[in-house]
């Protein structure tokens, strides 16, 4: 079973309407940052894997861990949405293989290397936030914050806000 369900129209523009509406998303490569999160929330600087890094296998880690705290904070028929900015979003059911394309990448990564990348709980309960210009990666709500605690990616070193 395919495991990355695009939405549709009527869906794609529903949920980045509930971006705007919950989260106040103000898309921009300059004012930071670009979403109000519900607290708790913890917001990790992941700046210096931007850069020229010698741990390689960091993004593997990350990709790792945040598909189990996905898993783990989902029941086995739910569905959360994976959204990349501007381009196609999908529904994705973290008890189901994340299948990879022909690069060996999620079609929606994990790493904010280029564009605005959401994991976020089908009714917002909680959320995973790549901001790709800010060079951080934003989490609220209880369970995944327990979850990335318990499984913490060697990227999640430095807390630049929380509440």
């Known amino acids: 079973m ?17 971006m705007c509406e919950v989260l106040n998303f103000k898309p921009s490569t300059s004012n930071f940052p670009s979403f109000e999160v519900p607290t708790p929330f913890i917001t990790y600087d992941i700046s210096i894997y931007f850069e020229y890094s010698n741990d390689l296998g960091a993004y593997d880690d990350l990709e790792e861990k945040a598909l189990l705290v996905f898993k783990e904070n989902t029941s086995r ?11 196609e979003c999908y529904w994705i059911n973290p008890g189901l293989e994340f299948e990879k394309d022909e690069f060996d990448e999620l079609k929606v990564p994990v790493f904010p290397n ?11 309960e909680w959320g995973y936030l790549g901001h790709p210009w800010e ?3 934003t989490i609220f709500g209880e369970g995944l914050i327990t979850g990335f605690e318990k499984h913490q990616p060697k990227m999640f070193q430095k807390v630049l806000r929380q509440g």
């Open 2 to 18: 395919e495991n990355w369900l695009e939405l549709s129209e009527a869906e794609y523009e529903k949920v980045w309407n509930k």
């Open 77 to 87: 028929d739910d569905y959360l949405y994976a959204l990349d900015w501007q381009h």
């Open 114 to 124: 280029g564009d605005y990348y959401f994991f976020i709980h089908k009714d917002f």
């Open 135 to 137: 060079k951080t990666i």
